[in-house]
Nanobody
């Protein structure tokens, strides 16, 4: 079992930056691919980014490429999402995700989810 707790959300003006964190507890963090998803009101859940167990591979959704960066610190059991040049359309609840397989996380069929953290970008 893996427990995921997100933090770092909040209100920011367009063009600003935020860094989300997701702290994991439970089984060996370094065994898991980690990812971020988001869901805006009335919209489907959207893949944001994923990072492999060692951090050597990353993948981003098209809407965030070049603006967001996913990273992880296995010594701290934490994954991060650095968000720059934020836009009002980035407003959503952001969820941390984890599973053993990279493709499973990218597909959003992973077993473990956090509770989410709200990000609101004002225009």
């Amino acid at each position: 079992q893996v427990q995921l707790v997100e933090s770092g959300g909040g209100l920011v003006q367009a063009g600003g930056s935020l860094r989300l964190s997701c702290a994991a507890s439970g089984r060996t963090f370094s065994a898991y691919t980690m990812g971020w998803f988001r869901q805006a009101p009335g919209k489907e859940r959207e893949f944001v980014a994923a990072i492999s167990r060692t951090g050597g591979s990353t993948l981003y959704g098209e809407s965030v490429k070049g603006r967001f960066t996913i990273s992880r610190d296995n010594s701290k059991n934490t994954v991060y999402l650095e968000m720059n040049s934020l836009k009002p359309e980035d407003t959503a609840v952001y969820y941390c995700a984890a599973d053993l397989l990279f493709n499973t996380v990218v597909a959003g069929t992973n077993r473990y989810w956090g509770q989410g953290t709200q990000v609101t970008v004002s225009s």
